[in-house]
């Protein structure tokens, strides 16, 4: 039996979306939110209830165009992109997971050392002045 994973953008055939210009809404850049019949927020249940009208639904669900962005995908209120807020985080975040995975690491365990190394040359990336001693061995 054979698996296939996806996610959103390829099970809708559309590029994923820039993170500096994507809308910041519940669509996450895809255009469309899904939403049920008994939705509490009336903006949804209004989009949901046109959508019915147009074409009922079998199992209470629709797709309906983001009312953040209007099905456009991008951002209406764009910001210029803060680069030292991203490199923060990726490298607080890269940190940590170095430290989870040296914590599980075993030697005889290629996965784990693989995604130990992985995780070493990413964080190498945000500081190439350090050396990642466990990526020489």
Not at 92 to 113: G, S, T
Request: charged share 25%; proline share 10%.
């Amino acid at each position: 039996m054979n698996i296939e994973f996806t996610d959103r953008y390829k099970a809708m055939g559309i590029p994923y979306p820039d993170p500096d210009t994507m809308c910041i809404g519940p669509c996450e850049g895809t255009g469309y939110v899904p939403v049920k019949g008994d939705d509490d927020n009336p903006i949804y249940k209004a989009l949901w209830d046109k959508a019915e009208r147009e074409k009922p639904t079998e199992d209470g669900w629709h797709f309906v165009i983001c009312p953040m962005c209007n099905g456009t995908r991008l951002n209406p209120n764009p910001q210029p992109p803060d680069y030292k807020k991203k490199y923060e985080y990726a490298d607080q975040h890269i940190k940590e997971l170095m430290h989870i995975q040296e914590a599980n690491i075993e030697d005889n365990n290629p996965y784990m050392r693989g995604l130990h190394n992985g995780l070493a040359l990413a964080y190498s990336i945000f500081h190439p002045e350090i050396i990642i001693e466990s990526v020489m061995k």
